[in-house]
Structures are given as structure tokens and as C-alpha cells.
């Protein structure tokens, strides 16, 4: 029995030994991996050989910045091959800032290759601007063709023109950052063609000499304020629309027609008025007649009890009356008229 617990112990012991260094050898692969990861030895040495001054220190810093050390190292790599003169903390800053180091360094590049005057302080401004300060540069060198859309206008006499342009435009780097971009030299060369179209004559001066349009709009400095420098503006194609002055001319007929229509209305209105007013007015003076025809026996009873009439006036009277209403009756049958100027013969 104690021969069988000290093997056991001994087998224990063994075990235990065996399970430390196992711990201990993950250990140091742990730490030999942590080592490299915040002490890029690998890229310290890339740089070295490449001609790139970096301090193992400074690659560590950098992670601890949490700035990736391969993209700083690579971009001075590139620089220093293109002999520029860029530090790790301007690199280190344009990336902290938010900024796309690679396209920078890219950019400065190609403007140290086509003699285009850029520094890492005015590509750095283009990029945290938001533009793509690369693209500026290759614009710069290979122009870029703006198509407007088709802009109408109307000549003096009354005929349409539509225009289509083709505006060729650089980059104006000095202006990249707070210049206006391309809509506003769309827009001002579509102002320029309303303008040189509606200062015609006539259409047919249009289409004779599209030139005319092109070197006006060149000539009012349009790209001013904006970030492209404005090459050349060439009219692509003329188009006739519209006969606009007719058609203004029978809308304008037309709405002459409504107001004289509604001028009758207003007259023809009135007259209706002023008839109605005249029969009112005949209605009443007809009433006033038979108000006095009424009054008329009142009047001979008055004569006789006053002795202004006599009975043989009153039938002297009654027989006119009589003679008069026959007359009438007989005009009236016979579709004759009564001379009534003509005097009555006495009975």
C-alpha cells in the first residue's frame, strides 16, 4: 500500500508539471502575439529600408491612438518615393480629422507630376471639405464636359429657340473649397442663352450664327465664384419650338373677346334696367290718368251744384264724348287712323 500511494503522488506531481508549462507556453505565444500587434517590428523595418525615419516607439504611439500604423507607414513610403515632404503627424492629424490619407497623398502626386501648384495643406482642406480632391486634380488636367439641359427662349419675333450647350471646364483649385459647384454653372449658362436668344431679332439670326451665343455667354466671366475655370461653351443644337408671339397674340384676342362679351352683357343688362324703369314709369303715370278720370264726375257734380255748367253743356259734352268713341271704333275696324289734330264739327 504505501509503494501505491507514493506512485500516485509522483504521477500527480507530473501531471501538474506538465499542465504549467502548457499555461506557460500559451502564455508567451499570447504575449509574443500582443508584442507585435502593438509593436509592428515587421512594418518598423519595411520603413527603415524604404527611407522612411519612424521610431518603433512612434508605431506604437500610433496604436495606442488608435491610428493604423501600415496606413501612415505606407502613405510616407509613397510620398518619400514621389519626394514629398510630408511628416507622420500631419498624416497622423489629416487621419484623426477624418480624412482619407491614401487619396491625399495620391492627389499630391499627380499635381507634383503635371506642375499643378497643390500643397498638403490646401489637399488636405479640399478632402475634409468633402470633395474628392484627386478627382479636382484629374479634372484639372483633363478637362471635364458639362451638357446642359435644353434651354428655351424667345427671339423678338415671337418664335421659340431651343438651345443645347457643351460647357468645358477645369478645376480651379484655389477655388475647389467654398467654390459653387457644377449646377451653378449650368444654371449660368442656361441665363446666358435666355439672354442672347431673347436679344435677337428674329430666329432665323439664331440659327444663321449659333457662335453669337457662345462667345456672349463666354464673355460675362460666368465662373466667377465657382470652383471650375470655364474653357470653352459650344452650342450642340438648335431646335425651333413654339410660335409664342401667336400664340400670346390669340390668348390675348381671346381674353379681348370675353371683355367685350361681358361689356355687351353689362350694356344689354342696363337696357333691360332702364326698360323696366320706363314701364314702371308708364305704369305710373297711367295710374295718375285713371286717378284723374276718376275724379272727373266729382268735378261736373261740383260745376253743376256751383252753376259753372249748364244741362245743356253736359249733353253737348256727352255727344262728343259719343261722336269721339264711334270714330275710334270705326278707325279701329277699318285699321285707318284719327287725325286727332283735326277740330270736331259742332252738332
Known amino acids: 500500500m504505501p509503494k501505491m500511494s507514493n506512485l500516485l503522488f509522483i504521477l500527480a506531481q507530473s501531471e501538474s508539471g506538465e499542465i504549467f508549462s502548457l499555461m506557460f507556453v500559451i502564455g508567451i505565444i499570447i504575449a509574443f502575439f500582443v508584442f507585435l500587434y502593438f509593436v509592428p517590428l515587421n512594418l518598423w523595418i519595411t520603413a527603415q529600408f524604404s527611407g522612411v525615419r519612424v521610431g518603433l516607439f512612434e508605431l506604437v504611439f500610433m496604436r495606442i491612438r488608435r491610428v493604423p500604423p ?116 449650368i444654371a449660368r449658362v442656361g441665363e446666358g442663352i435666355v439672354t442672347s436668344i431673347g436679344s435677337s431679332q428674329s430666329h432665323k439670326e439664331v440659327l444663321e450664327n449659333p457662335d453669337k451665343i457662345s462667345k456672349l455667354v463666354l464673355s460675362k466671366g460666368l465662373d466667377a465664384g465657382t470652383a471650375y475655370e470655364i474653357l470653352s461653351i459650344d452650342i450642340a443644337d438648335v431646335d425651333i419650338g413654339q410660335n409664342i408671339g401667336a400664340k400670346l397674340q390669340a390668348e390675348k384676342a ?24 320706363m314701364r314702371a314709369k308708364a305704369e305710373e303715370a297711367r295710374a295718375k290718368v285713371i286717378e284723374a278720370e276718376a275724379q272727373i264726375p266729382q268735378a261736373i257734380a261740383e260745376a253743376f251744384r256751383n252753376g259753372n255748367l249748364g244741362i245743356l253743356d253736359f249733353y253737348k259734352m256727352k255727344n262728343i264724348q259719343a261722336d ?15 287725325d286727332k289734330n283735326k277740330p270736331d264739327k259742332p252738332n
Open 70 to 185: 501600415r496606413l501612415i507607414v505606407e502613405s510616407m513610403i509613397t510620398a518619400t518615393k514621389a519626394g514629398l515632404q510630408i511628416t507622420t503627424s500631419d498624416l497622423e492629424t489629416h487621419y484623426l480629422a477624418g480624412g482619407n490619407v491614401p487619396l491625399v497623398i495620391k492627389a499630391l502626386i499627380s499635381a507634383d507630376k503635371a506642375n499643378i501648384s497643390l500643397n498638403f495643406k490646401q489637399a488636405t482642406a479640399i478632402d475634409l471639405a468633402g470633395r474628392n480632391v484627386f478627382e479636382a486634380i484629374q479634372t484639372s488636367v483633363n478637362p471635364k464636359v458639362i451638357n446642359t439641359p435644353p434651354v428655351a427662349a424667345v427671339a423678338h419675333d415671337g418664335i421659340q429657340v431651343i438651345a443645347k450647350a457643351r460647357v468645358t471646364v477645369r478645376v480651379n483649385i484655389s477655388q475647389v473649397v467654398g467654390g459653387a459647384g457644377e449646377e451653378t454653372i
Open 254 to 277: 381671346e381674353s379681348d373677346l370675353k371683355v367685350a362679351d361681358a361689356r355687351a352683357e353689362e350694356r344689354r343688362a342696363m337696357a333691360v334696367a332702364l326698360e323696366q324703369e
Open 324 to 338: 269721339t268713341e264711334m270714330r275710334e271704333s270705326i278707325a279701329g275696324s277699318k285699321g285707318g287712323t284719327i
